[in-house]
């Protein structure tokens, strides 16, 4: 259980064009969904918090409008890079947070390479 | 300062051997303390959940909390080329925001 995708898993895109991403949840519902950014040997960097329902959560210094979520139902948040440039090239990780009794956990998806030519 | 230390090795062993993973911290307010394995180009997979101090064992994988010295750890016995991943510690104040903050990640390498 709590297997969580990611589509596409690899995206080549021009400079200057939108690309969406979508998570989603398997086997259960996930009420909050995540999605990180993880560049080359480095470790995984919050980007925001996403929400069913609701406007999601961006960290500090990651740009609203350039990182579009929507998490319009409880299996399915999607990402949507606006207007991408070379700088955006990078590996975008999602999870979803569940509870199993007391435990609190995120199962993460396998990711999505973006790359801006 | 960063939040998580984690050394980011890389660790090489041979098949076999024990394996000892760590990562410090710095912020006495974390209290949930997860262990990743992620192999390359893939998402991170939950290998550990473990909360405040204390051991836990699952087959081969050991976690250990040492809450006083903020320090982590995870024992990987017999290890195997298979175990040949990128490991990642990961840490909440708090369940109920699920924000994690995770270590660079050691990349370990088993040698048959």
């Known amino acids: 259980g709590a297997v969580v995708s990611q589509h596409p898993s690899r995206v080549i895109c021009k400079s200057g064009t939108s690309v969406k991403i979508e998570c989603r949840s398997l086997d259960f519902q996930a009420t909050t969904m995540f999605w990180y950014r993880q560049f080359p040997k480095k470790s995984l960097m919050l980007m925001a918090t996403s929400n069913e329902g609701s406007k999601a959560t961006y960290e500090q210094g990651v740009e609203k409008d350039k990182f579009l979520i929507n998490h319009a139902s409880l299996t399915l948040s999607t990402l949507t890079v606006t207007s991408a440039h070379p700088e955006d090239s990078s590996f975008y990780i999602c999870s979803a947070r569940t509870l199993a009794g007391f435990q609190e956990t995120q199962y993460f998806g396998p990711g999505t390479r973006l790359l801006v030519l | 300062q960063k939040e998580v230390e984690q050394d980011p090795g890389p660790l090489s062993v041979p098949e076999g051997a024990i394996v000892s993973l760590n990562c410090t911290y710095s912020?006495?307010?974390?209290?949930?303390f997860m262990w990743y394995r992620q192999y390359s180009r893939k998402g991170p997979e939950l290998l550990m959940y473990t909360y405040s101090s204390g051991n836990k064992e699952d087959g081969r994988f050991t976690a250990q909390v040492d809450k006083s010295s903020k320090y982590i750890s995870l024992f990987i016995r017999d290890s195997q080329p298979s175990d040949s991943a990128t490991y990642l510690c990961a840490m909440s104040r708090s369940s109920n925001t699920g924000k994690l903050i995770f270590g660079q990640g050691t990349t370990l390498q088993v040698k048959p």
């Open positions: 912020n006495s307010a974390f209290q949930y």
